[in-house]
């Protein structure tokens, strides 16, 4: 299908790694100019290099999504040598600390709420004045499972990602008569470095393989993702480039699950 989404301007956050990064790779693919952004520079110009075959080269600016100067630095870099955003797609995030509610710190819910939740709150807030300039604008949040399903082990980042879907609802009655679009996308035990860390410390704490980790998490933990394995990161991705493109011109204010069944209920 083509997405009719050549020449459309791209900020995708998150963009060095995982989700984010397929993301990019399908956003270019399509035709349209890409900004990856995410916090580590190195990381981020590794990533980059990764793409130095294709024709179709994105920028990239490092910022970091808890950083509201950082933020307003990045919006006024873009503004100079992109233009205005017609499509942005809020995926930075991190697990955060778990455990049960009385185990969790004080830090571990500020940290998390702020990179989860606040990060696409000041990300959304400095990129929207050019979003509604443009008349067409595609915002895409990346939430979770969790958010409508909460683990009692890890309600900081359950608590943000519902933040999110919240967010995205009311920005999608607000905007959607300026040609605004604003979805989110919510995924299940995606194969990225996030996952992996968690299957890596779970390995450890059991004492068996990764591979074992991951087969029993499955089994015990998510009994519902029918597929019985982890997704790809492309399969989220190709979800919210659906999202951003002129196919999806009457879908706004949706949770697309991108979970293999995870979430019990309909
Ligand atoms: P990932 O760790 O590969 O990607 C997360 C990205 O966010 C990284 O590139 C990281 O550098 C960036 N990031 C973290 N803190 C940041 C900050 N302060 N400022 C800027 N960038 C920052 O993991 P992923 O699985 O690709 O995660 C992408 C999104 O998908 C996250 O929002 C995550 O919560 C969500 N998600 C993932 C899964 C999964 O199973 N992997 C499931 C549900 C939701």
Known sequence: MDLNIRGRRALVTGADSGIGFATVQLLLAEGATVVMTDHDPDKLTHAVDKLSELDNRPYAFAADVTDPAAIERLAQQVG?????????????????????????????WDHTLDVDLMGPVRVTR????????????RLVFVSSEDAV?????????????AGLLSLAKGLSRTYASEGLLVNTVSPAFIATPMTDEM????????????????????????????????????????????????????????????????????
């Open 80 to 108: 100079d040598e992109v233009g205005d955003l017609d499509i942005l797609i809020n995926v930075a995030g991190i697990h955060g600390e778990g455990g049960l509610f009385h185990e969790i710190s004080q830090e571990g």
């Open 126 to 137: 400095a990129f929207l004045p050019g979003l509604r300039r443009g008349g067409w604008g």
């Open 149 to 161: 399903q909460p683990y009692d082990d890890e309600l900081p980042y359950c608590a943000a990602k």
């Open 199 to 266: 299957m890596n410390e779970r390995a450890e704490s059991l004492g068996v393989t990764c591979d074992e980790a991951i087969a029993s998490f499955l089994r015990e933990e998510r009994p519902f993702m029918e597929l019985g394995r982890r997704g790809q990161p492309e399969e989220v991705a190709h979800v919210i480039a659906f999202l951003c493109s002129d196919a999806a011109s009457f879908v706004n204010g949706s949770n697309y699950r991108v979970d293999s069944g995870s979430v019990a209920t309909i």
